[in-house]
């Protein structure tokens, strides 16, 4: 009715007009012709449509003005205006059918880190310090959280490592899993000069996803390295960056003795990241994420991670034995600066105990004479051929050796070296 309204406006029937139809044909098949004259009344406009003749003929239809056509902007103009009320009057989930959008692709390295995530998270453990307390008011004791942090799964016997500075003082232990099943935790053993601890829980075996091993010598700097960990006590988080430095030395937190070979990272490691894994772009274990360094007013810092090699070895000795068999020379040094101060390298022996593998061996202790002046003693420049210019070096070359082996030290002694042979021992509380 609305077309035929328009119609009727845009082209208006005579009033007063009239017209009559007639029909010429013939036999052929010529298009039939209609004559109109005003012998009939017309009130309401009427459409026609033309058909060839049949064996019973039919009034033909045809339009009342058939060489009249309507401009094709004005049809464009009605059919935006008609689907313009459509969805002005639509509810506005049907106005949304009209937008077509495509789900955006994950890009093949989007895809392996997310592959990466989901594969070793089952790994990760989130582990809560408890420390036993005293209320001041009602003398009760309670056990409070004190600090957690994060660990991994060694095995399936159980084994859990992390770092020493995260369960110490702790009187107990929690370990939760990725599925959120919490577990009391027994403390196997712990290597504080390295920062390394074990734990274990009793967990059904099926629970216990061991993260796979890497080799530490094989990342180099530039290369992704991806770090799960408990930051701020947030499961399970993951942090992505890269390798950035090699072969860096740290302090222990527990006993200030230095790490060496450490792998330096720049993934946002915070606190509760420390015992967690660094892991490389292939899903393997290559350390754990011990120390945070980030100056005073900076708005990042750099992450350092134990490498796998030495963290791999202090756990097989803390698994089988319990504790850590580590050689000592048996001596007290002085700090490095002093012995720069006497315009030497080396390492200055303070005290050599006449008990101790380098006592035992003639290692000289540094004394006082009737005056109070110093007499220096024995000054250490290599072991086995390598040089030692500071305590690091004496350090790194004893984390080589093993207990029993026997050691050449070179000392300076007065204005001449010497040579002389030492047993290493282990440490007196180890034996």
């Given amino acids: ?72 902007s004005l049809l464009l103009l009605c059919a935006s205006l ?24 994950l890009q093949s390295d989007e895809l392996a880190t997310v592959r990466l995530f989901q594969e070793n998270t089952p790994s990760v453990v989130y582990i809560t310090n408890l420390a036993v307390k005293q209320d001041a008011f009602t003398l009760d004791v309670l056990e409070v959280p004190q600090g957690s942090g994060s660990g991994f799964v060694w095995d399936k016997e159980g084994h ?36 390394v601890a074990v734990l274990r829980v009793d967990a059904p075996k099926d629970k216990l996803r061991p993260i796979p091993i890497g080799v530490s010598a094989d990342p180099l700097v530039g290369q992704k390295v991806y770090a ?22 740290i302090s222990s937190a527990a006993t200030g003795r230095p790490i060496q070979d450490v792998i330096q990272t720049d993934a946002a490691i915070n606190p509760g990241n420390s015992g967690g894994p660094p892991l490389d772009s292939s899903g393997n274990l290559i350390g754990i994420n011990t120390a945070i360094y980030s100056p005073s007013g900076a708005s990042s810092g750099v992450g350092f991670s134990i490498p796998v090699d ?12 319990g504790k850590v068999t580590r050689p000592i020379l048996g001596i007290k040094f002085a700090p490095d600066q002093s012995v720069e101060q006497l315009g030497v390298s080396g390492v200055l022996v303070l005290d050599a105990p006449a008990n101790g593998p380098a ?3 003639g290692l000289q202790s540094t004394k006082r004479d009737s005056y109070g002046r110093p007499i220096l003693g024995d000054i250490i420049t290599s072991v086995n051929d390598k040089k030692v210019t500071n305590g690091s070096d004496l350090y790194r070359i004893l984390d080589q050796c093993k207990v029993g082996d026997k050691v050449i030290v070179e000392v300076l002694r007065g204005d001449h070296k010497e040579k ?12």
């Fill in 1 to 72: 009715m609305a077309t035929c309204s328009l119609i009727s406006t845009l082209f208006p029937s005579p009033s007063s007009s009239s017209f009559s139809l007639s029909r010429s044909s013939s036999n052929t098949t010529k298009p039939t012709t209609i004559h109109l004259s005003k012998s009939l009344h017309l009130q309401t406009p009427i459409l026609f449509l033309l058909r060839p003749p049949n064996p019973k003929p039919t009034l033909p239809i045809i339009p009342l003005f058939p060489k009249l056509t309507i401009p094709n």
């Fill in 82 to 105: 008609a689907l313009s009320f459509t969805l002005l009057l639509s509810p506005a989930d049907s106005a949304a059918a009209f937008v077509v959008t495509s789900p955006r692709k």
């Fill in 160 to 195: 859990i490592v992390t770092n020493y500075h995260v369960i110490r003082g702790a009187s107990d232990l929690k370990v939760t899993l990725a599925d959120q099943s919490t577990y009391d935790a027994n403390v196997v053993g712990f290597d504080q000069d390295k920062d």
């Fill in 228 to 249: 799960i960990g408990n930051p701020f006590g947030l499961d399970h988080t993951l942090t992505t960056g890269v390798i950035s430095g090699l072969r860096r030395e």
């Fill in 310 to 321: 030495t963290v791999n070895g202090i756990v097989d000795q803390l698994v089988k034995f």
């Fill in 359 to 361: 006592g035992k061996a």
């Fill in 420 to 431: 002389i042979p030492v047993i290493l021992e282990p440490k007196p509380d180890e034996s």
